[in-house]
């Protein structure tokens, strides 16, 4: 189930590549790769629903909030965010 999951989050991100500014672009990279990291967290602790995988994405993004600027992040969340609601509607 995650792992269904984790092919339409990267599929969404994906399908930007085409469309996006050099922000956007940016931002799903840094997101594809917190969602890659965290599924593999989930499948380690056989963590096996889409809401452990939300919030260990969540998790993982605001630990790193350090290494963006305050808008790098932003745009990061907002990028989660419009994930989420595109691949869960």
Same mark, same amino acid.
């Given at each position: 189930m995650i792992l269904d999951y984790e092919q339409?989050? $990267?599929g969404y991100l994906d399908s930007l590549i085409d469309s996006a500014d050099d922000d956007a672009l940016f931002a799903a990279g840094y997101l594809s790769g917190h969602i890659t $990291? @965290?599924? @593999?967290?989930? %499948? /380690?602790?056989n963590l096996?629903? &889409?809401? #452990?995988?939300? %919030? !260990?994405v969540y998790s993982s993004l605001i630990e790193a909030q350090k290494e963006l600027t305050p808008r790098?992040? /932003? $745009? &990061?969340? /907002?990028?989660?965010? @419009? #994930?989420? !609601?595109?691949?869960l509607a």
């Open positions: 339409k989050l $990267l $990291l @965290s599924i @593999s967290y989930c %499948e /380690e602790h096996t629903t &889409v809401d #452990a995988v939300d %919030e !260990q790098d992040c /932003e $745009l &990061v969340l /907002e990028l989660w965010n @419009s #994930a989420k !609601q595109a691949v």
